[in-house]
């Protein structure tokens, strides 16, 4: 059967450019379909990111407020939900750790027998790591060796390990800001250069040694024919000709996403949609289309089974310290404190400082206005005790020069639903609004390890000032929401990545993580993307039927 058909614009259009979206467009191009990604971020090059989170309009992304980067921040009641929004989704601010979940990941969750994903993923993680260029940190700075020494003293320093990562590191005793021909895809992929370990990967590379998605899948996708168009965000996809179930393709509406009057609305047409607008991303446009009645077979699991990890950020700053502790790669190392609680070393690079108002003296106890109370009386008998120290630890210059940060995850499977409804103080629209029980910010053991480190250093131990005033704590890794599952009744797509009651349509991004990782998800999207796309028939090939699989009830 002829695969092209110049009725519509494209064979695909992919929604979004991150893990998801890469690999779908990449792998899809590659198969010989006419491929558009739509992404409603900017393009970035190293010369025109950010030097420091100072650089706000260029760090943000609230497009309506001027804020044109590619961070994110989401409120809800539950939780703060940090990502980001770029040619190259989170790759762009993201802290390139590339880890594997262990397997038992495959027995939980509503993904669970519909495949026999122990014996399918391996081959996938292994493309993805392959594609991603993941090797092991070798570069430790100051502040990976201060989480090496408070392991020991707390008792667990066997535990410590060196990072999984996709940065072009030197070589062993060389030094980093080297130009190289491409190092990964057999001179198909761009030059690149080593990196030198200045701690700014979350602020964007400016080295051009973080492997993100724009100089690997995204740059493969576009020198096979690919087209990307950045700086539009869909607002809308329904099926084309009256069919209920998208058999006649689909057409895909857009606006400038950075345009505040004018905002240049598109429309697009395609044979299939595949959805990799991230986990909230997805979630968010599906709800809206649902109820707009242009997808409204969507199923109603949409929102359920969100995901957020136990995460708790803490440190300790050590005011006039004798090292740099931003230098090194964003997350150089990590340890485990116990079966659950996992943490790992993390920094911002030098003069990145803008975090540091966020920051404020560590206190335990049960969130609450009693942990509030708490609070104040440390800061008040710290600043009696040692005024001047005090207002340098609460004041944010120096702070990335300054500040060991400590990511403590914990692995228990905690999970919100996220809904589509009227906030109570604004009535006029809809909007996300998270449900259910809440996830912990307090995590005792994490605070004991950040008193031990502020020891060694002769610092003062620190947490986040958000997660003592409003008891939220705040995530990265977001994943859920359109979860895998044998029908419609328990979740969003089929274990090909199929939305239910459509044809030809797709969801690859993290929304259709289906149970609690414990480790950073990117590495796992990434390979899901690559099973889903492992079932597309080459263009050549296609019937244009493709629909979700009917399971034994
Ligand atoms: C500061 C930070 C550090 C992180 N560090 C790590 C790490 O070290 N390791 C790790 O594994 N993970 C990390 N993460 C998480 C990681 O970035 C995400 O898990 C990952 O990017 C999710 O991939 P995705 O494919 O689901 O979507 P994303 O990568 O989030 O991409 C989705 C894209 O869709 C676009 N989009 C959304 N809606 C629309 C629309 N309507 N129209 C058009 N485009 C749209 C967005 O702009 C975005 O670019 C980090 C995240 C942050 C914020
Ligand atoms: S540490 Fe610096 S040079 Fe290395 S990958 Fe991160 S931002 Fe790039």
Not at 442 to 464: D, H, R, V
Request: include cysteine; aromatic fraction near 10%; charged fraction near 20%.
């Amino acid at each position: 059967m002829a695969h092209r058909d110049n009725q519509f614009d494209f064979d695909f259009i992919v929604i979004g450019s991150g893990f998801g979206g890469s690999v779908s467009a990449l792998r899809l191009a590659e198969k010989g379909y006419k491929v558009a990604v739509i992404e409603m971020g900017r393009r970035w090059t190293p010369d025109d990111l950010p030097r420091t989170s100072w650089s706000i309009r260029r760090w943000l992304w609230r497009p309506n407020l001027g804020l044109r980067g590619f961070f994110n921040m989401r409120f809800f009641k539950h939780v703060t939900i940090f990502h980001g929004c770029a040619v190259g989704g989170g790759s762009i601010t993201y802290a390139c750790t590339l880890l594997s979940p262990p397997e038992k990941v495959w027995e939980a969750g509503s993904w669970r027998g519909l495949a026999d994903w122990k014996a399918e993923m391996p081959q996938h993680y292994q493309t993805a790591s392959r594609m991603l260029g993941v090797t092991e940190n070798k570069i430790l700075g100051p502040a990976d060796r201060l989480l090496q020494k408070a392991a020991v003293a707390a008792g667990s320093g066997e535990t410590f390990y060196h990072t999984k990562v996709g940065i072009f590191e030197p070589a062993e005793g060389a030094s980093g800001n080297q130009n190289f021909p491409d190092p990964y895809f057999g001179g198909e992929g761009p030059a690149r250069t080593t990196c030198i370990g200045c701690g700014g990967c979350m602020m964007g590379c400016r080295y051009g040694a973080k492997n993100t998605l724009d100089i690997t899948y995204l740059y493969l996708a576009e020198k096979h024919g690919a087209q990307i168009f950045p700086e539009t965000r869909v607002v809308n996809v329904e099926p084309l000709n009256g069919t209920s179930d998208g058999s006649s393709g689909y057409a895909v509406s857009t606006v400038k996403s950075t345009a505040w009057i004018r905002r240049q609305p598109g429309r697009f047409t395609s044979r299939g949609v595949v959805f990799s607008a991230s986990s909230l991303g997805t979630m968010e446009l599906l709800f809206r289309l649902k109820e707009k009645g242009s997808l409204p077979a969507v199923s109603s699991q949409l929102g359920q089974h969100v995901r957020t990890n136990s995460e708790s950020l803490i440190g300790a700053r050590t005011p006039g310290c004798s090292e740099d502790v931003s230098q090194g790669i964003a997350i150089g190392s990590g340890i485990y404190i116990d079966e659950h609680t996992h943490i790992e070393a993390v920094r911002y690079p030098s003069g990145s400082d803008a975090m540091g108002f966020l920051t404020t003296i560590l206190t335990n106890g049960h969130p609450g206005p009693r942990r509030i109370a708490l609070w104040l009386k440390n800061v008040m008998s710290s600043l009696f005790r040692h005024p001047f120290k005090t207002i340098r630890v609460l004041q944010p210059l120096g702070w990335a020069r300054e500040f060991v940060i400590l990511l403590c995850m914990q692995a228990l499977d905690a999970e919100i639903e996220m809904r589509w409804q009227r906030p109570w103080f604004w009535p006029f629209r809809k909007f996300l609004v998270s449900r259910g029980e809440k996830v912990p910010t307090y995590i005792p053991k994490a605070n004991e390890f950040a008193e031990k480190l502020a020891q060694i250093t002769g610092g003062f131990p620190m947490s986040m000032l958000p997660e003592i005033l409003f008891d939220v704590p705040g995530t990265a890794h977001c994943i859920g929401g359109c979860v895998i599952a044998d029908n419609p009744r328990h979740g969003v797509v089929d274990a090909q990545h199929r939305v239910f009651n459509y044809k030809n349509m797709y969801i690859c991004d993290g929304s259709v993580v289906s149970a609690n990782l414990g480790v950073n998800p990117s590495l796992t999207i990434t390979a899901l993307a690559e099973r889903a796309m492992s079932f597309i028939p080459p263009a050549a090939e296609t019937g244009w039927n493709d629909k979700p699989r009917k399971y034994a009830a």
